[in-house]
């Protein structure tokens, strides 16, 4: 549905849209993404931020091969593995029976891709979700603030169409949808009231003077 429409749409609607948790009982569904460069005791801290509630650590390097990510999950425990998702590696992803292979923006699942591992997919638009995340576990959707981690990386859309764009895909039934882009616990408890499921953070933990408390803090505001 163009955006157009659905700003049209929205302003008529008198609560604010999306599929906001019960605050009684809200518990996000988390997701921190790795620096895509080196970082000192990196596997120590993943374990660390698990324990303390993460949902899912995402494993990605660019710059890597498979051999390099292979030697850096089998320094992560195999209790850990379920709860890490790696991106653009399927093969290892199969290998490891790890929690979940991440696809680009626009990219298709692998062929014959065994149905009990799971997959999520980057989106930014309700196009995209739409036509790449119906049978996905879950969806990052953003920027929806300006990215700390990857400067001058803005907002193509206001919170407001993203509120839109949520309510749309809630009516559709799609898996549930995570915000991703310059998130802090400044502007967590909006994630929440425009709809989003949880956050996906990448900035707000790995700039942090103490990665975990770091976390900690998100998930605090969110509350």
């Known amino acids: 549905m163009p955006l157009r429409r659905l700003i049209r749409w929205f302003s008529g609607r008198k609560n604010i849209p999306g599929q906001p948790a019960d605050p009684a009982t809200a518990r996000p569904f988390t997701v921190v993404i790795s620096s895509p460069r080196h970082f000192p005791q990196e596997q120590k801290i993943v374990c660390r931020l698990l324990d303390a509630g993460l949902s899912r650590f995402h494993l990605r390097k660019p710059d890597w ?3 390099k990510i292979q030697a850096w999950l089998k320094k992560i425990p195999a209790a850990y593995h379920s709860r890490i998702v790696v ?3 399927p093969e290892i992803v199969e290998k490891l029976r790890l929690g979940g292979l991440h ?3 626009a990219q298709q699942r692998p062929r ?7 997959v999520s997919q980057s989106c930014h638009s309700f196009h ?4 790449y995340a119906k049978h996905c576990a879950y969806a990052t959707l953003g920027p929806v603030f300006p990215s700390i981690s990857k400067k001058g990386y803005l907002p193509q859309r206001t919170p407001e169409e993203y509120a839109v764009i949520l309510e749309c895909w809630a009516e ?3 898996c549930p949808v995570l915000a991703l882009g310059g998130i802090t616990p400044q502007n967590v408890p ?3 009231q425009l709809g989003f499921a949880g956050f996906a953070v990448v900035g707000a ?3 942090s003077p103490d990665p975990v408390k770091g976390f900690q803090a998100l998930l605090k505001a969110w509350r």
Not at 112 to 118: F, K
Not at 128 to 131: A, F, G, I, R, V
């Open 87 to 89: 991106h653009a590696q």
């Open 65 to 67: 091969g498979a051999e």
């Open 172 to 174: 559709e039934k799609g």
């Open 112 to 118: 014959n891709w065994a149905e009990e591992i799971p």
């Open 128 to 131: 995209e979700l739409d036509s």
């Open 103 to 105: 696809l680009r923006a």
């Open 190 to 192: 909006r994630l929440r």
């Open 205 to 207: 933990v790995w700039e």
